[in-house]
């Protein structure tokens, strides 16, 4: 059985950000991603809070489930509810509008400074859209300064179309899919570890090896030295 839908069968649950300046196209793409069949409905009104979507994905190591959490991009609501979003948060897509060059400069200029002071950037799978594909006559962002951009930032990029469909399952997968490494990665990781000193244990024939509670006394000391 997969790793990913082990115990019971029970996909895990990764929470997963969306962030951009207003109108770039948060809500339509995750509009599109739930409801891929229903007319894309051209008067959704901008977010005024904080909306959240469960969606099954699949990857490589079986299928998870998403929780996607949308927010405003009015700065008014942003400041006060970054705090909120971004907590247990394990990726972020960042989304701008190819036809729109202001709202990839806030990427910079607003967007990775709010990433970096509620959350730690380097722990959070990201990944840069560009929305509105199916408007190429107008674009206004090139391809290649968006490539810049994530060579800049360590992230992963693609173009997608809210309208037409285009590219929006894949973006989803694909941040999921780095979510969902990291976690096996570090479960591994894990799991390595607590294997190596059980196996230390087994050959000692006595407690860990590294017997923590001799700094404090006891094993009272023990908690306390290791955190727990």
Request: glycine content about 12%; some cysteine; aromatic content about 6%.
């Given at each position: 059985?997969?790793?990913a839908t082990s115990a019971?069968?029970?996909?895990?649950?990764?929470?997963?950000?969306?962030?951009?300046?207003?109108?770039?196209?948060?809500?339509?793409?995750?509009?599109?991603?739930?409801?891929?069949?229903?007319?894309?409905?051209?008067?959704?009104?901008?977010?005024?809070?904080?909306?959240?979507?469960?969606?099954?994905?699949?990857?490589?190591?079986?299928?998870?489930?998403?929780?996607?959490?949308?927010?405003?991009?009015?700065?008014?609501?942003?400041?006060?509810?970054?705090?909120?979003?971004?907590?247990?948060?394990?990726?972020?897509?960042?989304?701008?509008?190819?036809?729109?060059?202001?709202?990839?400069?806030?990427l910079s200029e607003r967007?990775?400074?709010?990433?970096?002071?509620?959350?730690?950037?380097?722990?959070?799978?990201?990944?840069?859209?560009?929305?509105k594909s199916d408007l190429?006559?107008?674009?206004?962002?090139?391809?290649?300064?968006?490539?810049?951009?994530?060579?800049?930032?360590?992230?992963?990029?693609?173009?997608?179309?809210?309208?037409?469909?285009?590219?929006?399952?894949?973006?989803?997968?694909?941040?999921?899919?780095?979510?969902?490494?990291?976690?096996?990665?570090?479960?591994?990781?894990?799991?390595?570890?607590?294997?190596?000193?059980?196996?230390?244990?087994?050959?000692?024939?006595?407690?860990?090896?590294?017997?923590?509670?001799?700094?404090?006394?006891?094993?009272?000391?023990?908690?306390?030295?290791?955190?727990?």
């Open positions: 059985m997969s790793r019971g069968g029970k996909p895990p649950l990764y929470k997963i950000v969306m962030l951009g300046d207003s109108g770039v196209g948060k809500t339509s793409l995750v509009a599109r991603l739930t409801n891929p069949e229903r007319p894309l409905n051209h008067d959704i009104s901008a977010t005024m809070g904080i909306e959240f979507d469960t969606q099954m994905l699949d990857t490589e190591h079986g299928k998870v489930k998403a929780q996607i959490w949308d927010t405003a991009g009015q700065e008014r609501f942003a400041r006060v509810l970054l705090p909120t979003y971004f907590r247990k948060a394990k990726g972020v897509i960042l989304v701008y509008d190819i036809t729109n060059a202001k709202s990839f400069e806030s967007w990775m400074a709010q990433l970096n002071d509620h959350a730690s950037s380097d722990d959070l799978a990201k990944l840069l859209v560009g929305n190429e006559a107008s674009r206004e962002v090139t391809k290649e300064k968006a490539e810049q951009f994530c060579q800049e930032y360590g992230m992963d990029m693609l173009e997608t179309s809210a309208k037409s469909g285009q590219n929006v399952l894949q973006s989803f997968e694909k941040l999921i899919g780095i979510v969902h490494n990291r976690a096996l990665a570090a479960n591994k990781s894990k799991t390595g570890i607590q294997g190596m000193q059980q196996s230390g244990n087994a050959g000692s024939g006595g407690p860990s090896t590294v017997k923590l509670e001799d700094n404090k006394g006891g094993e009272a000391g023990g908690a306390d030295a290791c955190g727990c």
